[in-house]
């Protein structure tokens, strides 16, 4: 089993930063791959962006591509996803999740066994 926790969410203007983290417990995190996924209200969720076992590998929504950064610290069990340029439209709930070594089509939120209880990300114009 593993438990996901994420922290860092909160208000913040348009054009502005934020660094999400999301702190694993009950099994290192070199065993999965991690993604982030995000819902806003009266959307389905939906996946922002991969990072593989060592961080070699990431992959990103086109929506975020180039504004928003995946990196990994397996030594200490955590995520990240470092948001910057924030647009309102990327308010929403932001979840990170892990999917097992070896799963494929890592943008589908089916894929992933363990989520967090996520984090709120607001952004004003």
């Known amino acids: 089993q593993v438990q996901l926790v994420e922290s860092g969410g909160g208000l913040v203007q348009g054009g502005g930063s934020l660094r999400l983290s999301c702190a694993a417990f009950?099994?290192?995190?070199?065993?999965?791959?991690m993604g982030w996924f995000r819902q806003a209200p009266g959307k389905e969720r939906e996946f922002v962006a991969n990072i593989g076992w060592s961080g070699g590998s990431t992959d990103y929504a086109d929506s975020v591509n180039g504004r928003f950064t995946i990196s990994r610290d397996n030594a200490k069990n955590t995520v990240y996803l470092q948001m910057n340029s924030l647009k309102p439209e990327d308010t929403a709930v932001y979840y990170c999740a892990a999917a097992p070594l070896g799963r494929r089509l890592l943008s589908r939120v089916y894929n992933y066994d363990y989520w967090g209880q996520g984090t709120q990300v607001t952004v004003s114009s």
């Open positions: 009950g099994r290192t995190l070199s065993y999965y791959t």
